[in-house]
Every structure is written in structure tokens, then in C-alpha cells.
């Protein structure tokens, strides 16, 4: 199965997990309506220079701050591209030309996302998952993966073939039941 495949059933089967939780992942009919339109490179670039000057601003790095940067800058980038965006907690996994494989950068999968709805971590814990923006397309919005890795914010699940994103929940509720917010 390619990745672009792969995420699309793993983005579905997150909502449906979302759902089992007796979290709302926001409203799918919204998002399938409204995001049929294409990012522009003007505002692939109008985000880029947002989230430079935000971090600056800020004095914060995107290496350390998946969660409050993608919750903070959500509705700013919603509005430069006019497409309704998802909140997405998950893995991602990167591919290793040594070992040829692909590693898995965080140890988070639903077990874990129930464990921790169910106990509350700590505040000053460190949270293993990493947090993205999607559109109900499937196009990824990773406003902090640079930092990581020498990437673009922006691109269709698929088409970077040495990275696989994982979704295990989707919206902004999971985040504040657990205090990820906190950790931020």
C-alpha cells in the first residue's frame, strides 16, 4: 500500500477511534465540503513567514512546541488558506537509509492515547506524540516537522516517501482532556 493509501485509512480509522473515545474530532461534513480548494505557494510562503514571526515573537522554537504552536496558529492559517483545518495527534515515522527502515519517532498509538485520557500525565511529564494540521484531503499542514527534519510545512500524505505521518486522534478535545496544553 503507497503512504498517500495508507494515511487516508489511517486518517479514517483515528476519526472512527476518535469517536469510540467519546471525543468530537469537530464536524467531517464541514471539512469534506470546504477543502476541495488547493494551497497556493503564496500562502504556503504567507504561513512560513506567520510561524517565523510567531516563534520569534514568542521566543519559542517549533522543536519543543508541536502542541501550542499547531493550536495556536490553527484559525491564522485556516484563514490564509481558506480551508478548514483538522488537529491531528499522532506518530510520524522517518526512513533510515542505514538500516532501511523507518524508525518510529514517538512510542504513540491508541493504547497509549487511552492511557493517557484516562490518566491525566503529569504537567511537567514529557508527552511522547507529535501534532499536526491536516485538511480532510489529506494534506498535511506540519508546522513544527522542520525543525526535525529539513522538510516543507506543507505537502499530501504520500508524497514524501522517507516519512510516514500515523494519526491516532483527531481534534483539539484529546489534547485539552489530557492537558497537553500543560505541556506545552
Known sequence: MDNKNEYKDLFFSALEFTKALGLNP???????????????LEELERIKNTLRFF???NEISPKDNCIKINLLLKEIVEDIIQI?????TGNYYIY???????INQYSFDQQSAK????????????????????????FIIDLTIK????????????????LRYIPIV???????KIGGVKHA
Open 170 to 176: 483527531i481534534g483539539e478535545e484529546y489534547i485539552d
Open 84 to 88: 478548514p483545518l483538522l488537529f491531528v
Open 55 to 57: 516563534c520569534e515573537k
Open 115 to 138: 492511557s493517557h485520557l484516562e490518566n491525566n500525565p503529569e504537567p511537567n511529564s514529557k508527552m511522547k506524540f507529535h501534532c499536526w494540521l491536516s485538511t480532510y484531503q489529506h
Open 96 to 102: 533510515d537509509p542505514y538500516s532501511l527502515e523507518f
Open 26 to 40: 469537530s464536524n467531517p461534513a464541514r471539512y469534506s465540503a470546504l477543502s476541495q480548494k488547493e494551497v497556493t
Open 147 to 162: 525543525a526535525d527534519l529539513d522538510l516543507d510545512i506543507l505537502f499530501c500524505a504520500g508524497t514524501m516517501p522517507n
